[in-house]
């Protein structure tokens, strides 16, 4: 079980202050909410009230029991004995009109017009969604605000509230053995059917391919009108994965974490020790370029080293369950080169028929025309170089310069050559085996 640091108790005991005096009263909220005919179902840490209508499997009475669940996940990401929350709940209201809760005075003149949801300490409200996926994780996302904002004192900046918000709340859900609804924290869902409606990867893919996705100092000045965009919401989500999921960069950021969530937040992250400025600013864009379902930071991380020059007939080896890799032979811009590669890699299995054995996809440096990705056959060795101004416009990222089992390429800047094959970063996992490549300088 997680317990807090000294330094986090006294934050704790602060904020345990701030909810005496200023957390809303849920009994009283919840009695007005019967009085004025609403639906009232409750758990140990929400009492939701709505205007919706029953309706068998739409999923709206497990949403207590949910947020229970969802509470205990928030408690172990923040380092916090569930136990020390005490009696805190809070106070929702799912929204069909919004009328009905003015009248019953569950929805003050002084909370401002929202498209979606609106928290105020420890009550929030949240618009019905006729998806039952895309319903909960609003619920979560206000619930994580109502959280941060009574149980932590949160008055971060917008990009850290948002982000995290969406972070702790992107969940799919499973069922335990009794068939009840199980929570599943999924912060970088695996398959688009975890997260029906979300649209955070597809969002940011569509901003990289536009060439006005942001970098991470983009994030982290974002003002707080920007949250009204479905654009801001998906890159302070990917600010905050990367942070918390990247191994280069995990640590900083829950040492942060364990601090005042106030607004010197992005301060004091700049200040952490082991916090790189510039390699987080580099990660953010190669994860943004590459970002997909089931994104495995470990797997994807990059080394930034700037390599030597290299000479011919080297070898080098190209592990097929990672994404790019440093070759350490470091180009010169404008320069040829050759690859011969040689080896097989399995691409996982292909899916076989119940009771019949998984066939290994295997692939050798040309791809296979089984399946594809990005393109490309999957499989296919890829060449790059980081380029930090490429000649197309856009954010900072790897430009692939040839592919295949025996490309001759230019150089596109100074810098070292990486190699991967052609791959999900979301799929290297089950991956296995190694590619073999000759390089070769080409000579006039």
């Not at 569930?82 to 009696?87: D, E, I, R, T």
Request: proline share 7%.
């Amino acid at each position: 079980m997680h317990h807090a640091s000294p330094a986090l108790a006294v934050v704790l005991a602060a904020c345990a202050a701030y909810a005496a005096a200023d957390g809303i009263d849920v009994d009283r909220l919840a009695a007005e909410a019967r009085r004025a005919g609403l639906r009232v179902l409750a758990g140990e840490r929400l009492v939701l009230a709505t205007d919706r209508a029953a309706r068998p499997g739409d999923g709206v009475e497990d949403l207590p029991a949910i947020f229970d669940q969802a509470v205990r996940a928030w408690c172990a990401h923040y380092r916090l004995d569930p136990g020390s929350l005490g009696a805190w709940k809070s106070f929702g209201c799912l929204v069909v009109d919004r009328e009905r809760f003015r009248a019953a005075g569950l929805l003050p003149d002084s909370i401002p017009d929202f498209p979606n949801g609106f928290c105020d300490r420890n009550r929030f409200w949240l618009v019905d969604q006729s998806n039952p996926a895309y319903r909960r994780h609003l619920l979560l996302h206000e619930g994580v605000h109502a959280f941060t904002l009574t149980v932590r004192g949160l008055a971060a900046p917008p990009w850290y509230t948002e982000g995290i918000a969406e972070f702790l709340a992107t969940h799919r859900l499973d069922a335990d053995a009794d068939g009840a609804p199980r929570l599943v924290s999924a912060p970088l869902p695996a398959r688009p059917a975890d997260v029906e409606q979300l649209g955070r990867i597809e969002r940011i893919a569509a901003l990289r391919r536009a060439g006005t996705a942001p970098g991470l100092g983009d994030v982290f000045a974002t003002p707080p009108t920007d949250h009204r965009d479905i654009s801001a919401y998906a890159a302070s989500w990917a600010a905050v994965c990367l942070l918390a999921l990247h191994p280069a960069h995990a640590a900083a950021f829950a040492a942060c974490e364990q601090g005042p969530l106030d607004a010197r937040f992005t301060e004091r992250l700049a200040a952490a020790r082991g916090w790189d400025a510039a390699r987080a600013a580099r990660d953010f864009d190669a994860f943004t370029d590459e970002v997909d379902y089931g994104y495995d930071f470990a797997r994807s991380a990059i080394d930034w080293s700037p390599g030597r020059r290299p000479a011919d007939d080297e070898r080098v080896a190209v592990d097929g369950t990672r994404g790019w890799q440093n070759t350490g032979l470091a180009l010169a811009a404008g320069g040829t080169y050759a690859l011969t590669a040689s080896g097989t890699v399995r691409l996982g299995e292909l899916a076989a028929a119940p009771d019949a054995r998984a066939t290994p996809l295997e692939s050798e440096a040309d791809g296979i025309s089984l399946r594809w990705y990005r393109g490309r056959p999957a499989g296919r060795l890829l060449a790059a170089q980081w380029v930090e101004q490429p000649a197309d416009g856009g954010r900072p990222r790897f430009v692939i310069l040839g592919d295949g089992a025996s490309p001759t390429f230019t150089a596109a800047t100074d810098g070292p050559l990486y190699l991967k094959i052609n791959e999900s970063p979301g799929d290297l996992a089950d991956n296995d085996g190694t590619l073999t490549i000759v390089f070769e300088i080409k000579r006039d």
